[in-house]
């Protein structure tokens, strides 16, 4: 699944080429989505992009009198086609702008694309997301006091949406590794001193992420159709067995929330 590193990615490859275009036409071609694409969506010709930016895994494009709330889903991705470029099977979205045309990708159909004349940030999926991780809110601090009385592993909390937004399976691990931080402690029960540092890496993690292009995985590219290299460069996120970097370990792997968790036994405590 697309995670931060990755709608962030989009971002920056798509708002060169959108803020301040004008949406000259809208092609549905599957609107069953996450959610049906609303009838408001095939009315924005006409409009002009005046920002584009992100929310967690969300993408918010402000055409003036309301704002596209654009999400990736599962498997979805954005990209910059030429206009006429022919659709494939799993191309159900485009916004056309003249001489270039963003295309959704979505082979599961699990994003979305959606519109609200409200203010955005109050929108359902808008409203309940936590902190922005790599906003100067998240602190050690703010994680302590969010953590305080919580039985449920450290990982499992920095991945919570509702309290820290859009830290995804393989950054939570990586995160915790940088830290120092065993993903297997209960939330409430690690120091100021140990989340100081795991907000720190956090923001180290998901910058190293951005910086890679994100992670591709399975479907992910971005905008320009290139894919990210981040999980070539993991420090324990799917090296299971193999020698951990700084102490040569080997890395384990164990299952909490579903979803795979690496770590090295003697590094994190």
């Known amino acids: 699944m697309p995670e931060l590193p990755e709608v962030e990615v989009t971002r920056r490859g798509l708002a060169p080429h959108l803020v301040g275009q004008v949406i000259a036409a809208v092609e549905v071609r599957e609107p069953r989505l996450r959610w049906p694409i609303p009838r408001a969506v095939r009315a924005l010709a006409g409009r002009t992009v005046r920002s584009l930016r992100r929310r967690g ?4 494009v402000d055409c003036g009198d309301g704002h596209l709330i654009l999400h990736l889903g599962m498997s979805g991705s954005l990209r910059l086609v030429a206009p006429g470029t022919p659709a494939s099977k799993h191309d159900h ?10 295309r959704l990708r979505d082979p599961r159909r699990f994003g979305a694309v959606l519109w609200t004349e409200r203010a955005v940030d109050e929108h359902p999926l808008i409203a309940h997301l936590g902190v922005e991780p790599l906003s100067r809110a998240l602190t050690g601090e703010r994680l302590h006091r969010l953590s305080r009385g919580l039985r449920i592993p450290v990982k499992q909390f920095v991945m919570d949406a509702k309290r820290v937004v859009g830290v995804g399976n393989i950054y939570a691990s ?9 993903p297997r402690k209960r939330a409430g029960k690690i120091s100021l001193e140990k989340y100081d540092k795991l907000s720190a890496a956090i923001k180290v993690t998901l910058r190293a992420a951005i910086k890679a292009g994100g992670s591709s995985l399975r479907d992910f590219v971005g905008a320009d159709g290139g894919e990210g290299y981040f999980q070539n460069r993991t420090l324990a996120y799917d090296r299971a067995g193999m020698p951990c970097r700084r102490c040569r370990t080997h890395i384990r792997r164990i299952v909490q929330g579903a979803r795979a968790t690496y770590y090295c036994p003697v590094c994190q405590r």
Do not use: M, V
Request: hydrophobic fraction near 50%.
């Open 57 to 60: 895994k969300y993408l918010l």
């Open 93 to 102: 979205f485009d916004l056309l702008f003249g001489d270039k045309c963003l």
């Open 174 to 182: 990586e995160s915790l590794f940088r830290a120092g931080i065993d």
